[in-house]
Structures are given as C-alpha cells and as structure tokens.
C-alpha cells in the first residue's frame, strides 16, 4: 500500500494554524500533538519555509526527479 501524500493546501493551513496558536503561547510539542503532526516534521517545515506553496512544489518535484533517476 503506498504512503499518503499531503497535499499543499493541508500543509499550509496546519502551518498557519500553528502561527495561531504559538501566538497563543502554547509550547511546539502541544501544537503538533494537536495538528497529529511529528515534531520534526513542523520544524522541517518552518526551518525550510515551506509555507509557501510556490517552494513546496519545487520541493515536490525535486523529490519526484530523485526517484525517478532512482528507478533508472
């Protein structure tokens, strides 16, 4: 069964609920327990500013051209 791929949309809103509630001040570890996401998955995230949408899909398709040269 192949692993589920999140969509941008989802990635971004979880990103900006987390601005929300660090301004809240609650600690990481309870935002990603809240938002089901690992911690080092959020600190990937914000470390390389995948909040945007336009450097998540260059993401995306740098990692896409990794596999297929991978499979070749």
Do not use: W
């Amino acid at each position: 069964m192949p692993q589920k791929r999140h969509t941008v949309d989802p990635i971004v809103a979880k990103l900006r609920k987390s601005d929300v509630e660090l301004g809240k001040g609650k600690k990481v570890p309870e935002i990603c327990k809240l938002l089901e996401v690992a911690v080092q998955t959020y600190y990937l995230k914000t470390t390389f500013g995948f909040s945007k949408k336009t450097l998540f899909t260059q993401f995306l398709s740098t990692q896409r051209n990794v596999v297929e040269r991978k499979g070749t």
